[in-house]
T-cell receptor, first 109, second 113 residues
Framework: GEDVEQSLFLSVREGDSSVINCTYTDSSSTYLYWYKQEPGAGLQLLTYIFSNMDMKQDQRLTVLLNKKDKHLSLRIADTQTGDSAIYFCKTGGSYIPTFGRGTSLIVHP | DAGVIQSPRHEVTEMGQEVTLRCKPISGHNSLFWYRQTMMRGLELLIYFNNNVPIDDSGMPEDRFSAKMPNASFSTLKIQPSEPRDSAVYFC???????????FGEGSWLTVV
């Protein structure tokens, strides 16, 4: 089966940039996704990137894709306390969605 | 849009009792997923339905767990008998015919004591 790997925790200071990384094994994904889970809630789609792109910017969010290395990253500029959440990487090649374990982003003052 | 609706939101039950979790997917969606989330194991896919038919139930932990989807607008996940190690957040999610985006419910927070 497909594997999606993420580090479990990331701690940053408010105002700094956060970079959350993900590696995956399935190279057939047409889209790759980032989901965000706020405390006490379900996962929500945050952003995505088409597999023929290497970068996508959406306000404070930048998604970088290195297809050769099967590496996806999410950069959050000017991280705020409201960005504290669990961030999940998801691939879409298989009909069965595969999520990473999630990276808990902790933002401290 | 109503989104994916799950009930109950919270349940505390005693070991050995039957637990039934309910899900109403987004209208028109034809794929439904049940996930379990714990600190130790992260987000695990339990079962996946397509057009009300179970396609992959390899994630169902054991025979105590069962899931049904009698129609396109309703699914249940049942645990009988429940055990303390079943304590987790159970998410239902759905996906449309032409989409890749998965929409999650708010989750059912289960505590078995």
């Amino acid at each position: 089966g497909e594997d999606v790997e993420q580090s479990l925790f990331l701690s940053v200071r408010e105002g700094d940039s956060s970079v959350i990384n993900c590696t995956y094994t399935d190279s057939s994904s047409t889209y790759l996704y980032w989901y965000k889970q706020e405390p006490g809630a379900g996962l929500q789609l945050l952003t995505y990137i088409f597999s023929n792109m290497d970068m996508k910017q959406d306000q404070r969010l930048t998604v970088l894709l290195n297809k050769k290395d099967k590496h996806l990253s999410l950069r959050i500029a000017d991280t705020q306390t409201g960005d504290s959440a669990i961030y999940f990487c998801k691939t879409g090649g298989s009909y069965i969605p595969t999520f990473g374990r999630g990276t808990s982003l902790i933002v401290h003052p | 849009d109503a989104g994916v609706i799950q009930s109950p939101r919270h349940e505390v039950t005693e070991m050995g009792q039957e637990v039934t979790l309910r899900c109403k997917p987004i209208s028109g969606h034809n794929s439904l997923f049940w996930y379990r989330q714990t600190m130790m194991r992260g987000l695990e896919l339990l079962i996946y339905f397509n057009n009300n038919v179970p396609i992959d139930d390899s994630g169902m932990p054991e025979d105590r767990f069962s899931a049904k989807m009698p129609n396109a607008s309703f699914s249940t996940l049942k645990i009988q008998p429940s055990e303390p190690r079943d304590s987790a957040v159970y998410f239902c999610a759905s996906r449309g015919v032409s989409g890749n985006t998965i929409y999650f419910g708010e989750g059912s927070w289960l505590t078995v004591v």
